[in-house]
């Protein structure tokens, strides 16, 4: 193989470091040092679909591709950020998280852990449910336990005056 074809093979596929990424158009972009000193601009990020995979910070590492041999056709594999990785994982475990420590890990254990700086929450329609370190939040909808309602709008029978018990709550 000749130096030429050798180096196009060679520059097809190259780790770069990113600057200015931008995640507000229809495709996350980036610059890219696709050598010493040479920078591309606004170069795609490619991303599963389904998961907006992060917005890292400048300094992140990925694969550039560039497609056909062409280096003015580049694309960027989805990013790694070594120094934000949740490490420590479990062969068959699986984690989502940011560089904040926040995150979810499917244990291989069968468990779904969750963890939040700040607070969890959950909506469905009109319900919304939040988890914080004051407790449990919860708005719209009924909350019910084995089918019996147990939220604001509950009733229940046999109420006396004073300190007596009241009669469960009924459905």
Same mark, same amino acid.
């Given at each position: 193989m000749d130096h030429e074809t050798a180096s196009k093979v060679r520059g097809i596929v190259r780790r770069v470091v990113l600057k200015n990424i931008s995640d507000d *158009?229809? %495709?996350? &972009?980036a610059s890219a040092e696709v050598a010493p000193g040479i920078w591309r601009d606004k170069v795609e990020i490619m991303q599963p679909y389904g998961l907006a995979t992060s917005a890292p910070e400048d300094g992140a590492v990925a694969l550039a591709v560039?497609?056909?041999g062409n280096e003015d056709d580049i694309v960027i594999l989805p990013? *790694?950020?070594p120094s934000a990785r949740m490490g420590g994982l479990k062969a *068959?475990? $699986?984690a989502l998280y940011n560089q904040y420590g926040d995150g979810i890990l499917v244990g291989a254990d069968g468990t779904v852990s969750i963890q939040a700086g700040a607070s969890i929450v959950l909506k469905v329609g *009109? $319900? &919304?449910?939040?988890i914080s370190a004051s407790g449990v939040?919860?708005?719209?909808?009924?909350? &019910?336990h084995d089918g019996k309602n147990i939220g604001? %709008?509950?009733v229940h029978i046999g109420v006396s005056p004073g300190n007596s018990t009241t009669g469960v709550p009924q459905g």
């Open positions: *158009g229809e %495709t996350q &972009t560039a497609i056909g990013v *790694g950020n *068959g475990e $699986v *009109g $319900v &919304t449910v939040t939040a919860i708005e719209g909808g009924t909350v &019910t604001s %709008t509950h």
